[in-house]
């Protein structure tokens, strides 16, 4: 089995949630997502905001890498800005990028501003998990988060989104909510 896109059963039973969950891995699927990807079920398709838990980056290093001068959050006292009640921290990845439960930012505009794209199979949005422990469907609202594709032929690396600046209202929605070092 394949670890490229979340088909590895024993990763996520190893993963660091897994000893809070009893060997629960559904947790990690959205039940609206029922489409395979090309090598079978897909066992994944919530990923984590890459800036919490400075996942994929390092504090040594500075702020982080995939999104500098942004915010890392590594511990709920981080959470300052946003609010822990608008900080999101996982939510429903688009299977345009899904791939490794880690969802890239990128709040400067400097990697095409959606590196990683949330999903819209919920009715136009996607579920959202919040870091007060609520979450949410959020509706897009604006073409370029609506017509993401949604089948087996997209994939990561190959689908960019576009249409997506600092006037798009979707990305005011997003940009409050993911990393508080918007200039």
């Not at 088909?7 to 891995?25: E, T």
């Not at 999104?67 to 959050?73: E, I, K, Q, V, W």
């Amino acid at each position: 089995m394949t670890t490229r896109c979340c088909g590895n059963f024993v990763l996520l039973q190893q993963a660091l949630l897994a000893p809070y969950l009893s060997g629960q891995i559904g947790i990690y699927k959205c039940p609206a997502d029922r489409l395979d990807s090309a090598n079978g079920m897909r066992l994944r398709s919530v990923s984590m905001n890459g800036q919490m838990g400075a996942l994929g980056q390092t504090l040594t290093n500075g702020p982080g890498k995939n999104n500098a001068p942004g915010a890392l959050y590594a511990k709920m006292t981080d959470l300052n800005c946003p609010a822990p009640s608008l900080a999101i921290v996982f939510v429903d990845e688009s299977m345009a990028t899904l791939q490794d439960g880690y969802l890239q930012v990128d709040t400067h505009g400097n990697k095409g501003f959606l590196p990683d794209i949330p999903a819209n199979y919920h009715g136009g949005g996607c579920c959202i998990g919040f870091a007060d422990g609520h979450s949410e469907i959020h509706r897009w609202l604006t073409s370029s988060m609506l017509s993401v594709p949604y089948n087996q032929n997209v994939g990561y690396p190959n689908y960019t989104i576009s249409g997506i600046n600092n006037n798009n209202v979707d990305w005011q929605w997003w940009i409050q909510r993911i990393d508080c070092d918007q200039n």
